[in-house]
């Protein structure tokens, strides 16, 4: 449970009743690849690749140094407030000397995408496989127990589509059953 409340940030913090902020394509700076629509992929496909952008990014995220780099470089695939409930998590992890090792490995079991244009959401189902992932203690190199991830991870994800037809992360949840 360690490893979900600090890694991935659950969901379950976030206030569903606050709107959801999109970043503009300006205030997100330079867009990676998998941010930008592309006229090539069907809208599945484009949610797929910004599901597995994720996850590469939460990694990439652990090299930020403070907490407004870390904002930044996430406010490039993280829609509010799912954007603040994750820099609070990672602020969390640093105050407590917790640093997260390891990758998430997606496999993906469905891609759902509901409404046209704007108002557009996709949802992601995964049986993860989070088993190479730990959190260790920054201090004393120790594996913190209870950390390691399960091999049989069933996560599900809401993205939302801005304006100009990029995926956002919006929300994170795990189900207490495996898959």
């Known amino acids: 449970m360690a490893l979900l409340l600090l890694a991935a940030g659950c969901g379950h913090g976030v206030d ?4 959801v902020t999109l970043p503009s394509p300006a205030s997100t ?13 069907s809208a599945e496909d484009s949610v797929r690749a910004a599901y597995v952008r994720y996850w590469e990014v939460m990694v990439e995220s652990r090299a930020q140094p403070d907490r407004r780099s870390l904002r ?4 490039r695939y993280l829609a509010d407030p799912f954007l603040t409930y994750q820099v609070g998590y990672a602020e969390l992890r640093r105050q407590k000397h917790q640093v997260i090792e390891g990758r998430f490995i997606p496999h993906i079991t469905s ?3 509901a409404g046209n244009g704007k108002d557009s959401r996709a949802y992601v189902a995964d049986c993860q496989d ?3 992932v730990v959190i260790r203690d920054s201090r004393t190199g120790k594996v913190v127990k209870g950390s390691r991830g399960s091999a049989r ?4 994800m809401t993205f939302v589509r801005t304006p100009d037809g990029r995926w956002f992360a919006l929300d994170f ?6 898959c």
Not at 153 to 156: A, E, L, N
């Open 72 to 75: 930044n470089f996430l406010a």
């Open 130 to 132: 989070a088993s190479g």
């Open 153 to 156: 991870r069933s996560v599900t």
């Open 16 to 19: 569903r009743s606050k709107p």
């Open 173 to 178: 949840a795990e189900s207490k059953k495996k």
């Open 29 to 41: 700076g330079s867009t990676s690849a998998s941010t930008v629509p592309s006229t090539s992929l």
């Open 111 to 113: 891609v759902k995408v």
